[in-house]
């Protein structure tokens, strides 16, 4: 039961802002890489046992059960799941509350202990940039408000700066100077992991210096060789499939890939309206003036197609199943009646979609979460007075299996 939670813990991640999950080709303890000036950075193992206290961070443990609702929704949301048992309690060893300094403030973290791994997410309702993890957890990596890029190793809890303030011919300096009045000029944000933990791919728009246009590019650092490079111009990066990264083309409206090993980019979709990374491996899309959602598996290059009624509105937010073969989502069945909202599960392989009440008296208030496993997932549900409550649905049948013994009412 150890081996299967910590298995599916490093199995799940966010859609929007998350790393890929893929075989890794990891390094090893003794292995570390060179940063842009030179100097090693070390890419930390697994973490797999307690790491000393950090002398500046504020500990305060927590009992093995998370009973904190902020925490449990922070849990969920970064897609450890598979921690839950039958009755809501994460498998954790332990779990504390720390603030890290670092040179653009402090990160405030919850560390949990699940089966021997460090797991880490952001403190709800704290100031923080977005974590993200490498696929097995053993490190992260965020970008800080003044624009630089740091990887954060659990064991240690050391934060070291990974991005360079000059680069091919940018400077950082002079991109600070320049007015900006199109909106901020960012020098480095939104980063992603590669599945073999060795690539960091981040947006910029740090070309505007020269022309003054607001470009947002993608550049790429190597871990091992510490070089930094754009890689796409006019474009989004959206999931790393392995060394292989997919992105949205700003001038095409296309979703490309970039082979990093042989510097080779690819139109994969073209003609893209609607889009979201489901996990390591997926994307949906939408056509223009099209009713069909279209997800695409990388994997196998297939691609599977959901028709939609045009009296429906489906949301264009999913969660995939860990087997792929299932993608939960939420429609109304008619989209001028907000009561009309249920869940519905589409299956890839029979084009089967299965609609699901959603239980309590605002279905339009339902907040889908992720997959525990194959068969269930979990769903917050809201009422009108801001109480909350997390329950588990089998995707099958419809019922509800079991309930998250927190419930959350906003200050």
């Given at each position: 039961m150890r081996k299967k939670a910590l298995f599916?813990?490093?199995?799940?991640?966010?859609?929007?802002?998350?790393a890929v999950l893929a075989n890794s080709i990891g390094l090893k303890s003794s292995d570390s890489a060179p940063d842009v000036e030179g100097t090693k950075v070390p890419v930390p193992e697994l973490s797999r046992q307690e790491a000393p206290k950090n002398a500046e961070a504020e500990v305060n443990p927590f009992p093995e059960s998370i009973t904190d609702p902020d925490k449990l929704a922070?849990?969920?949301?970064?897609?450890?799941?598979?921690?839950?048992?039958?009755?809501?309690?994460?498998?954790?060893?332990?779990?504390?509350?720390?603030?890290?300094?670092?040179?653009?403030?402090?990160?405030?973290?919850?560390?949990?202990?699940?089966?021997?791994?460090?797991?880490?997410?952001?403190?709800?309702?704290?100031?923080?940039?977005?974590?993200?993890?490498?696929?097995?957890?053993?490190?992260?990596?965020?970008?800080?408000?003044?624009?630089?890029?740091?990887?954060?190793?659990?064991?240690?809890?050391?934060?070291?700066?990974?991005?360079?303030?000059?680069?091919?011919?940018?400077?950082?300096?002079?991109?600070l100077a320049v007015a900006q009045p199109g909106g901020a000029l960012l020098w480095a944000y939104d980063p992603l992991i590669s599945g073999d933990n060795e690539l960091i791919s981040y947006m910029s728009n740090r070309r505007s210096i020269r022309h003054g246009e607001n470009d947002e590019d993608i550049w790429v650092i190597d871990l091992n060789s510490g070089r930094e490079n754009m890689v796409v111009e006019h474009a989004r990066a959206l999931l790393?499939?392995?060394?292989?990264?997919?992105?949205?083309?700003?001038?095409?409206?296309?979703?490309?890939?970039?082979?990093?090993?042989?510097?080779?980019?690819?139109?994969?979709?073209?003609?893209?309206?609607?889009?979201?990374?489901?996990n390591h491996n997926i994307l949906a899309f939408t056509h223009p003036n099209d009713q069909t959602i279209f997800f695409y598996n990388i994997s196998n290059n297939e691609t599977a197609k959901m028709q939609a009624d045009p009296s429906s509105r489906v949301t264009f937010h999913f969660r995939v199943s860990p087997d792929d073969k299932q993608i939960l989502g939420t429609m109304f069945t008619d989209r001028r009646d907000p009561n009309s909202r249920v869940l519905f599960v589409y299956d890839v392989e029979t084009s089967e979609v299965r609609h699901i009440k959603i239980p309590g008296k605002r279905p339009d208030l339902a907040e889908i979460r992720g997959w525990v496993d194959h068969e269930e997932f979990i769903v917050i549900l809201r009422s009108d007075d801001g109480d909350s409550q997390a329950v588990r649905i089998n995707s099958m049948t419809g019922e509800i299996t079991g309930h998250i013994p927190q419930v959350y009412t906003p200050p």
């Open positions: 599916w813990a490093c199995a799940f991640i966010m859609a929007c802002t998350s922070n849990l969920l949301q970064t897609g450890d799941l598979a921690s839950l048992v039958e009755d809501g309690i994460f498998q954790g060893n332990e779990n504390a509350s720390l603030a890290l300094d670092y040179p653009d403030g402090k990160l405030y973290v919850n560390k949990t202990f699940i089966n021997g791994a460090i797991l880490l997410t952001p403190q709800k309702g704290k100031p923080n940039p977005g974590l993200v993890h490498a696929n097995d957890f053993r490190f992260y990596v965020f970008a800080g408000p003044a624009g630089d890029l740091y990887l954060l190793e659990p064991e240690t809890l050391s934060i070291r700066q990974i991005s360079s303030v000059e680069t091919d011919g940018y400077s950082k300096e002079d991109l790393w499939y392995h060394r292989t990264l997919f992105f949205l083309d700003h001038v095409t409206n296309s979703i490309g890939s970039y082979d990093f090993d042989k510097q080779w980019i690819e139109e994969k979709i073209a003609n893209v309206e609607l889009y979201q990374p489901l």
